[in-house]
């Protein structure tokens, strides 16, 4: 179970609108299921019912996973279930948390802004994650940089070996403006980083700031990438309304 909890970093679906299972309802959800007995002790559940599965949520303070149980308890699937439709992994949708945290630790952990709209929109991406690649695409067909002000946060995903190599060149850049060219190149599909070397300078620099980018992860509460929140931090579901 330790190996399914830390083997996948959670994604987040741009679509879905779930009902919130009851505890007893997880429950009797996961009794049906052959990884019930091999739950270990500290591990906490919750669950909701999305079209024809249940999501049912593993977790403790090392990490979470879902499990995906069919509506006729017949068959369990771990790991990442794609609808062929938007060719997303499908995700629980459950309410949003009002932030808590400390607001000047996510913005000490900003490392470029960019965009010219009224709204903020505070992103924990990673540029190697291809669903954060995916939703530059969404962002370019939507022209969301007129909408929003987009605030970067990074999380390089410890699976993604490219990932920290592409963050020293963009963040190398000489101001906001550069820094978001490379970014907005690398995520589709520029291969410029695999020719750049960062100083050691440059390196101990972006690895402080990416120190600080931690620290706004955690306190923002992300679990993976692409991550949203709104003005306020609190983080923004329905991915649907950020088109609008």
């Not at 559940?45 to 593993?58: A, C, M, Q, R």
């Not at 952990?109 to 190697?128: A, H, I, Q, R």
Request: with cysteine; glycine share 6%; aromatic share 10%.
């Amino acid at each position: 179970m330790k190996k399914i909890l830390l083997s996948l970093s959670l994604v987040a679906s741009l679509f879905g609108s779930d009902k919130v299972l009851t505890q007893k309802e997880v429950t009797n959800v996961l009794h049906h299921t052959p990884i019930f007995n091999k739950i270990k002790k500290g591990i906490k559940t919750k669950g909701v019912e999305h079209k024809d599965f249940y999501i049912i949520t593993l977790y403790n303070n090392r990490g979470e996973q879902n499990v995906f149980v069919t509506k006729d308890l017949k068959y369990t699937l771990l790991g990442l279930v794609l609808d062929n439709k938007t060719k997303m992994p499908i995700e629980p949708d459950y309410p949003s948390k009002k932030f808590s945290g400390n607001k000047a630790d996510v913005e000490n952990g900003v490392v470029f802004s960019f965009g010219n709209g009224k709204k903020d929109l505070y992103v924990v991406t990673d540029p190697e994650c291809p669903f954060c690649q995916k939703f530059e695409k969404i962002s370019q067909k939507h022209h969301l940089n007129d909408k929003y002000r987009f605030h970067i946060i990074f999380l390089p995903l410890s699976f993604h070996k490219n990932s920290k190599a592409m963050i020293y060149y963009i963040l190398s850049g000489k101001d906001d403006q550069e820094k978001a060219q490379r970014f907005k190149e690398t995520l589709t599909g520029s291969n410029k980083w695999k020719s750049f070397t960062p100083t050691k300078e440059q390196k101990q620099k972006i690895d402080a700031k990416l120190a600080q980018s931690k620290k706004a992860v955690q306190e923002l509460g992300a679990k993976g990438t692409p991550s949203f929140y709104d003005s306020d931090l609190n983080e923004i579901k329905d991915r649907r309304s950020i088109l609008k």
